[in-house]
């Protein structure tokens, strides 16, 4: 799933560009990279691989091609194309072939334009803006994959509170009441809906938040521990270490890579 990629470099790219109708090679055998596909809205096409698995894809289709699988590919219908990029990471990656259908298809298919664009023109610059492509696709399908897992409805309800955590759930004043606010509701309707969704409540979401930025700094050296406790909203730093102790186990102070 694209979650298998965050966190995960790209470090080349190998080919970025639309293939045409009818165009492209229908049997591949040892795929040499991994590869990222769009359907043109009309077209479906079964995937069928040696180990007896097959990829059903369809229009506005974005999915996932193994490095080292064996396919061959059978058209169905359709007279458009697909995009594709083929990539390497810096890592082995083992992921079965996946899809996700894009509620949103024109945002991907923007993504693989530009890869296409930058790919082509083959300068440092260029290569740069290519693999930022891939790295928005991969955003783009976790994004669509994670909404598959909660009712439409429910998300949408509370969309502009999730809007205002991912940008100040590190600022102090970030209050539950705003949050429901934002979202025209009860601050008791509005936990229950969060809960719901998320498994906890809204505060223990965003502290969960702030911890791991708060590791991510600790571990970059760049900063004391009360500067730290600062920039992931506490006031005070024995405050910040008490949290922090509690969910991982460690001091601030201890934690891995901390200079």
């Avoid at 990539?87 to 298809?105: G, I, K």
């Avoid at 009360?226 to 910040?240: Q, S, V």
Wanted: net charge positive; aromatic share 12%.
């Amino acid at each position: 799933m694209f979650s298998d990629f965050l966190g995960r470099a790209v470090t080349h790219i190998y080919f970025a560009s639309f293939v045409p109708p009818k165009m492209g090679k229908i049997v591949h055998t040892n795929r040499a990279y991994h590869g990222f596909v769009l359907n043109d809205p009309d077209v479906k096409r079964d995937y069928i691989f040696d180990d007896g698995k097959i990829l059903h894809t369809e229009g506005n289709t974005l999915f996932y091609l193994p490095k080292g699988s064996s396919y061959r590919v059978k058209r169905l219908e359709g007279e458009g194309g697909c995009y594709a990029i083929n990539f390497d990471m810096d890592q082995a990656l083992s992921v079965a072939p996946f899809m996700q259908a894009l509620r949103a298809p024109e945002n991907a298919r923007r993504f693989f334009k530009e890869a296409d664009h930058a790919w082509s023109a083959q300068s440092k610059r260029a290569t740069t803006i290519a693999l930022r492509s891939v790295y928005d696709i991969i955003l783009t399908g976790y994004d669509e994959e994670r909404r598959t897992y909660v009712p439409d409805s429910r998300a949408l309800q509370i969309a502009p509170a999730m809007a205002k955590i991912r940008a100040d759930f590190y600022r102090n004043e970030l209050r539950i009441s705003e949050l429901a606010a934002l979202c025209g509701m009860s601050e008791v309707y509005f936990r229950r809906i969060f809960s719901a969704l998320h498994g906890k409540s809204p505060k223990e979401y965003i502290i969960d938040m702030r911890i791991e930025r708060a590791k991510s700094l600790l571990a970059s050296g760049q900063f004391s521990v009360r500067e730290i406790a600062a920039l992931c909203g506490y006031f005070e730093e024995t405050h910040f270490s008490r949290e922090f102790k509690r969910r991982t186990g460690q001091r601030p102070s201890d934690y891995p890579n901390h200079l």
